[in-house]
């Protein structure tokens, strides 16, 4: 798998890429970060990369097509430590990338947040890929479940195109949206802790 191309949105030091990286192969053709510290690391580490930097600016339809993309968006408007405005925060950004993949068409999106975007804007996330035509599957995982010493309780989200048969995640997110939002919303982040595992889901 190492012809697959790598896109990195909101690519800070690379943890999430180099992830990514390591499980599927592939190389990084392109970040996009416009934070200027982690623009001089994304430079320093790979100089022929280009960074697209402001993801909110860029044509994506000029933007090299990839296999896989990735991103950690921006946790503060989903974070049990923030004020937790969700879609009403500036730094709400979802909207852009969901664009980008309606445009660019990945096979594979992988995304990483906050256990905390469970229970507000995740039901949003989850509506967006339906409309562009993405199929979702999610789980929380504990840095301590790897052995660390400290829980970093994290969301991760790996989504691909929707099947041809019309029993993606649009129809199912269609049949069962009220519900979905209902459970969504009443999951608690500090109970999202599972059994070492993390917790998970599956859209639908």
């Not at 975007?117 to 890929?129: E, I, K, Y």
């Not at 010493?149 to 048969?165: E, G, I, K, M, Y």
């Amino acid at each position: 798998m190492s012809g697959l191309r790598i896109g990195s949105v909101c690519s800070g030091y690379r943890g999430l890429d180099l992830a990514v990286e390591a499980v599927f192969g592939g190389r990084t053709v392109w970040v996009a970060d416009n934070d200027p510290g982690a623009a001089r690391i994304l430079a320093h580490h790979l100089p022929q990369v280009p960074n697209l930097g402001d993801i909110t600016t860029v044509d994506w339809h000029q933007a090299e097509p990839v296999d896989i993309y990735c991103g950690g968006y921006p946790c503060q408007p989903f974070s049990t430590a923030g004020h937790r405005k969700g879609t009403q925060d500036a730094r709400h950004i979802w909207p852009h990338i969901a664009h980008s993949l309606r445009v660019l068409r990945p096979r594979l999106a992988v995304f990483e947040n906050v256990a905390g975007h469970l229970s507000l804007g995740f039901d949003t996330v989850l509506g967006d890929l339906a409309r562009i035509g993405f199929d979702a599957d999610w789980c929380t995982l504990r840095a301590s479940d790897i052995g660390a010493a400290h829980q970093r309780n994290r969301l991760f989200l790996l989504a691909w195109p929707a099947d041809t048969s019309g029993q993606g995640l649009a129809r199912r997110w269609t049949a069962g949206t009220a519900s979905h939002r209902d459970r969504l919303a009443a999951a608690d982040p500090v109970d999202l802790r599972g059994d070492g595992v993390g917790t998970r889901g599956r859209a639908g």
